[in-house]
C-alpha cells in the first residue's frame, strides 16, 4: 500500500482529471485500483494498457491489450516528433 499522503493525492488527481491512462497495471491492487472509477464517475475518460484484461476494461474507452514497453512509445510518438 502506497503512503497516505501519496493516496490521498492520487484520490484528488483521479477526481479532477480530464483523462486518466493506466500503463502496464492488472487493477487488482485496492485502495489503488478504484482511482480508474473515481476518474469515470467525475467525467474523464479513461485509457487502459496492459497485457491481460483488467476489471475496469468495461468502463474505459479504450482498452489496449500490448506490452506497455512497445504500445507508449508509439502512442507518444506523433507528439514527441513535433
Do not use: K
Request: hydrophobic share 55%.
Amino acid at each position: 500500500m502506497p503512503p497516505l499522503h501519496v493516496l490521498r493525492a492520487a484520490e484528488v488527481w483521479a477526481s479532477t482529471c480530464d483523462l486518466m491512462l493506466v500503463a502496464g497495471s492488472s487493477l487488482d491492487v485496492v485502495p489503488v485500483a478504484d482511482l480508474p472509477i473515481m476518474a469515470r464517475q467525475n467525467g474523464a475518460r479513461l485509457i487502459i494498457v496492459d497485457l491481460s484484461e483488467t476489471y475496469a476494461d468495461q468502463i474505459a474507452d479504450v482498452a489496449i491489450r500490448g506490452d506497455v514497453a512497445d504500445v507508449l512509445p508509439r502512442l507518444a510518438a506523433p507528439f514527441l516528433s513535433r
